[in-house]
């Protein structure tokens, strides 16, 4: 049912697009739909689906190499007349020919061996392929990765201007209060300038905060493929579940095994291990003779090699088996075949590379992804202190037991620890995407 009224609303936005294309329209997404959506709108995606097309009408090309050559000439004719000469050249003489000259050939072959070279080919075809799918598996994980940095990056936004948003109540109702007292004689104006100054502050970050929040929803927009104008609404219980992550198979030795097994780059340095072999094949091949089958049928007239000329059609036919061997292979085709095998010990010592470099990244995001928490926690345990120093001080000013200066950093205390806390949310949301991410799962 839900996806039924993604679809609905996704229509209404295309039709909408018709009539204004930079009318505000909003759109409330999870960050799985946003997944979903770029597998048939991200134009990284589509290139990516058309190299895998081009790669998958290589392969047919390669296995045509195992079909017969075909060839059919037809041409037609003028011939002139013939002089005879002496062999002292001084005499001669002219032979009327004639003049129309007609010429039909049809000719097939066919490769019975060429040493492997067919079918290294045609493996060589299917690893490209292969190579291409593995390429497109590879920018998905990046643009997925990018719609999850931008979409969390939204998410934080909304929760930074809740909490301007609360502060600013919060500073009006200050304001109103010590503007009470200023009345009374007890408060200096400049106490209400600066709380004045500081709300100014806050409602420039909002404003800052809804500009940040359009130039990404442009972005989100646009590489999804959606209408200009396009506000894309997050999916406010994510964090709800962080418990849960945390538990979620969040051992170390699991993901380093997950990322060996899923990551991309992994596996195209196995294809390309796979290729420098089939490379090597091809390679040796050309030491070796090809052996093929031919026939033919011809028709021509007139009949020029008999004199006088016989003025008919010939047609005769032939078929056979052939040989056919470079000689210069001798002395080339070895050098090739060292060099291809010199590529097959590059492509294994780039493969236990990228392994090294994989688990170095896991290493890192596994860290960062405990780190999270406990940074989480740390900032909780900041915002509570903040806040029971912020009541304190603000009992105390009221009393008249502390200066402006106090109740202002106090404020920017318990305003900074607000912020930490639902940034701090989302950070554990990021660093868990991308500990996905680099295992090759996202």
């Known amino acids: 049912m839900r996806k039924i009224v993604k679809a609905a609303s996704l229509t ?7 009539g204004s294309m930079h009318a505000q329209q909003s759109l409330p997404l999870t960050l799985g739909e946003l997944f979903d959506m770029a597998e048939g709108r991200n134009r990284s995606m589509a290139v990516m689906d058309l190299a895998v097309a081009e790669a998958e009408e290589a392969i047919k090309v390669a296995k045509s190499g195992r079909l017969p050559d075909v060839e059919a000439s037809l041409a037609v004719s003028c011939i002139g007349n013939a002089n005879i000469f002496s062999r002292e050249w001084d005499e001669f003489q002219l032979v009327h020919l004639p003049h129309f000259g007609n010429n039909f050939a049809l000719e097939a072959t066919q490769v019975i061996y060429s040493g492997g070279a067919v079918t290294a080919g045609v493996n060589m075809a299917r690893l490209r392929r292969e190579m291409a799918l593995l390429s497109k598996d590879e920018v998905r994980e990046n643009v997925r ?3 999850a940095g931008s979409y969390l990056q939204l998410y934080k936004l909304r929760n930074e201007r809740k909490v301007y948003e609360q502060n600013i109540v919060q500073t009006r109702k200050l304001i109103e209060e010590i503007a009470a007292k200023h009345s009374q004689g007890v408060a200096l104006k400049n106490d ?3 709380y004045e100054l500081q709300l100014k502050g806050y409602e ?3 404003t800052q905060i809804e500009n940040s929040k359009a130039i990404l929803n442009h972005q989100l927009s646009v590489a999804l493929g959606l209408p200009e104008g396009t506000e894309i609404e997050v999916d406010t219980t994510m964090t709800a579940s962080l418990s849960e992550t945390l538990h979620e198979k969040s ?3 699991y993901w380093q095994n997950e990322a060996l097994m899923s990551s991309p780059s992994i596996k195209q340095g196995q294809v390309g291990i796979e290729m420098s ?3 090597e094949k091809l390679a040796g091949s050309e030491r070796m003779p090809s052996v093929f089958a031919f026939a033919a049928d011809k028709l021509e007239g007139p009949i020029l090699t008999e004199v006088p000329t016989i003025n008919s059609n010939l047609n005769y036919w032939y078929a056979g088996v052939g040989v056919r061997y470079s000689l210069s292979s001798l002395f080339k085709a070895n050098k090739k075949v060292r060099q291809a095998h010199a ?3 590059i492509a294994n010592e780039e493969h236990l590379l990228a392994q090294d470099n994989l688990r170095t990244a896991m290493k890192e995001a596994y860290v960062r992804f405990e780190e999270a928490f406990t940074v989480h926690d740390t900032q909780l345990k900041s915002l509570e202190l903040a806040q029971q120093n912020y009541e304190v001080v603000n009992n105390r000013y009221l009393n008249g037991l ?18 930490q806390v639902v940034n701090t949310q989302i950070n554990i949301l990021f660093n868990y995407y991308k500990l996905r991410k680099t295992a090759g799962n996202l």
Not at 12 to 18: D, F, H, K, N, R
Not at 402 to 419: H, P, R, Y
């Open 343 to 345: 590529a097959t010990l």
């Open 145 to 147: 990765m990018m719609l």
């Open 204 to 206: 420039l970050a909002v």
């Open 12 to 18: 209404a936005l295309a039709v909408g697009m018709a």
């Open 251 to 253: 051992n170390e030795l």
């Open 277 to 279: 072999h089939e490379a």
């Open 192 to 194: 209400v300038t600066r």
């Open 402 to 419: 502390a200066l402006i200066t106090d109740m202002l950093d106090a404020s920017t205390q318990k305003l900074n620890a607000e912020l």
